[in-house]
């Protein structure tokens, strides 16, 4: 077996946590690809792009938190295999170990005492003059929302080619199950089960009360637009990081990725374990 990592250059603890589960891994017999970056940050030559990893590893391995997750989604490229996340940040949603439990991790490979979850990835196109402009995937969600301006934007909202509202707010979110601990959460959204076959629609600070949050079927293409020029230009987004300016005409349709994303879990491990530690419920 041969682990990609890939780690977070801008989190101190990126180092030593690295070479602590390189020789986890050794230890083990289990070989190990360090990313470009990575072999930068370690002081190392000879290593490989994270969209090469699909041909020369088994698994990735990804030290930092949720962000570092999301960003190596675009990293990685069409990586069809499991993703395993090394937290050495706060929440840690996405991530499969601590970063002090580095040894169990490492067994638990070299013994394949683990499983992964298929988790759905959205697929986002952004049209001008009715072309497509650029194309986008993402795990957590995509947001258009109110750009410089600070004026609330109008946004129209159709699934599968029928009105679903014309909504005025601070913006508006379309997100995957993974997507609803994040920032959907945060706007009010409900959390949902990551082996729920739907997306979630909601609306960000929404100028009338009865406009909640939806959720509708995976099969469904959701588009977006707005005609409204008095509200200016507003900013798309993609699991926080990539970001398109969007003017009064644009739209954007966004449907079910034919990708996904293969989070590797430890035996054990569960969502709703995770929604326990992470949210403090205690029970009765």
Known sequence: MNVGILANPHKSSSIPTLLALRT??????IGSVLEEHTATLAGETGGIPASSFAQYVDLAAVIGGDGTMLHA???LGH???PVAGINIGTLGF??????????????ALAQGLYSTCVRTLLEATVYRSNKAIATFTALNEITVARGQTGRLVSLR?????????DYRADGLIVATPTGSTAYSLSAGGPLI????AVFLITPICPHSLSQ????????SLVELSSEDRECGPMLF???????????PGDSIKVKKSPRSFHLLQLDGQSFYLALRQKLGWQGL
Do not use: Q
């Open 73 to 75: 989604l675009s990293r």
């Open 237 to 247: 987004t993609v699991d926080g990081r990539d970001s398109v300016h969007i003017e």
């Open 193 to 196: 089960a990551p082996s729920a």
């Open 94 to 107: 996405l991530t499969s170990c601590k970063d002090h439990e580095l040894n169990v991790f490492a067994a």
């Open 157 to 165: 909202a159709r699934v599968n080619g029928e009105l679903l509202n």
């Open 24 to 29: 986890a891994l050794g230890t083990r017999g």
């Open 79 to 81: 990586f069809e295999k």
């Open 212 to 219: 909640r949050a939806l959720v509708l079927s995976d099969s």
